[in-house]
């Protein structure tokens, strides 16, 4: 079978305004996530003292908020990396998923800004392993489904976030770095905001030319073959070039017709038809970045690709079901998040994380010790089958005073085992009166 490859440039971007925000990109309390099926590397593209090696000191704030990262640089690299993993936690694939990432100058006025733009680096059609013949594929999909790098020259996909938010930038609002979803006021959740543009890299997003309906290169892509034009019935593949120019601005009849999604969305209050259709955003005149490649604005509750950013989401929701219908397969793990350490003393500590079962029992526990070895565990601790986190403790004694120590958090269930990332914590001096105080926490990948 001929395989076709195609470079394509067809971002979508993250807009925000200073009443509403316009157009969004991705867990969930603490700082390091899993290590499951699929892994997300993000590759630092930005230039020494810039974007993610920006060098000044970090965000208070955002240290708060779980993110230990010990520059701003750091801090939005451990960030960005967080919601990576998210992703890779619930998406399996045998190919490394490679993003090209970087801060730059964008769009920022007073009233509103571009936050970044993300998208895939390649398509891909008729690759062996394709489930549907014709039809173009982002770059991650493709690899998955092929078990092959199709462009192994290429980084997958890449992405670009504005930094001029909180500096330069007359708009009344700064990114927030912290990790457990509750940015201060006046502040954008930088992880929400990685998610969702994540989201479009791996696959939420169609290459319609919206403006003329133009299919690429004359060729069906697989987002297109789920999106119908309620009012006619008719799906965008099906459609000539004015009738996909017509339907994507038929506000309200733009619907997603996938069955996982249709069979995940019942939680809708609005935004749902009653066959299960949900409804995607097809503003009237077009807007070229935001249009069809969203859930609608008009859903309850909110979800994450919806096309304005109105607070902190993390969690995917039914953009994973949007997923599965464009082919991607998911993984059951346990989603794993290591948190920081608490009640520190001089030989004794608390660790801290989070497990979200994914709907199986199994165990978890710490791996520590003083190099990224480990050497130690704590008890092992089983639990249900619940599909919501739950928070993870065990203490631990009989350490040495004034020593670093690394640990992370680990659970399993039937599907595999998830790793949270590496944490240190420093033990206190020993003192006549015992533990307690303070000390300085530092984060690690490994």
């Not at 970045?289 to 994450?304: I, K, Q, T, W």
């Not at 079901?321 to 346990?334: A, C, H, N, R, V």
């Not at 690394?406 to 914590?425: E, I, K, Q």
């Amino acid at each position: 079978m001929t395989r076709w490859n195609e470079k394509i440039k067809d971002s979508k971007s993250i807009y925000a305004t200073f009443l509403v925000a316009a157009l969004i990109v991705i867990p969930f309390g603490y700082p390091s996530h899993i290590h499951a099926q699929a892994t997300i590397t993000v590759v630092n593209l930005d230039d020494e003292g810039e974007g993610f090696n920006d060098p000044r000191e970090p965000d208070n704030a955002s240290t708060t908020g779980g993110n230990i990262g010990s520059t701003i640089g750091r801090q939005r690299l451990v960030a960005f990396q967080y919601a990576a993993n998210i992703w890779a936690s619930l998406l399996d694939s045998n190919v490394e998923i490679i993003v090209g990432a970087q801060f730059n100058p964008l769009l920022c006025e007073a009233t509103n800004a571009f936050l970044g733009s993300t998208g895939t680096n390649t398509v891909h059609r008729d690759f062996k392993g394709a489930p549907v013949s014709n039809t173009w594929y982002p770059a991650a999909l493709a690899n998955s489904l092929s078990g092959t790098d199709l462009a192994p020259l290429e980084d997958d996909i890449s992405a670009v976030f504005n930094s001029t938010i909180g500096g330069t930038c007359t708009f009344p609002k700064a990114w927030y770095y912290g990790l457990d979803g509750k940015p201060p006021e006046n502040t954008i959740d930088f992880v929400s905001i990685a998610l969702h543009e994540l989201g479009h890299g791996l696959g939420f997003q169609t290459f319609v030319d919206l403006a003329t309906g133009a299919k690429l290169n004359n060729f069906d892509d697989i987002f297109m073959l789920w999106l119908e034009d309620h009012s006619t019935g008719e799906l965008y593949s099906e459609m000539t070039n004015m009738g996909r120019v017509s339907a994507s601005i038929n506000t309200g009849n733009v619907h997603w017709v996938g069955p996982e999604v249709i069979n995940e969305s019942e939680g809708l209050i609005s935004g749902r038809d009653p066959n299960g259709h949900v409804e995607m955003y097809a503003p009237n005149p077009l807007n070229p970045e935001v249009s069809v490649s969203h859930f609608s604005a008009s859903l309850n509750p909110d979800e994450l690709m919806e096309p304005s950013f109105t607070g902190a989401i993390q969690d995917v929701g039914l953009a994973l079901s949007l997923m599965k219908d464009i082919g991607w397969s998911t993984t059951l793990q346990p989603l794993v998040t290591t948190g920081p350490a608490d009640a520190i003393g001089f030989n004794s500590v608390t660790l801290k994380g989070k497990v979200k079962p994914n709907g199986s029992p199994g165990n978890y526990y710490f791996e520590y010790g003083t190099t990224t070895d480990y050497g130690s565990t704590t008890p092992v601790t089983g639990y249900g089958s619940s599909t919501i986190y739950f928070l993870a403790n065990a203490e631990v004694s009989s350490l040495e005073p004034e020593t670093k120590y690394h640990f992370r958090l680990v659970a399993t269930n039937s599907a595999g085992t998830s790793f949270g990332l590496d944490f240190t914590f420093d033990t206190i001096a020993a003192t006549n009166g015992g533990g307690g105080g303070g000390c300085f926490i530092t984060v690690s990948s490994k």
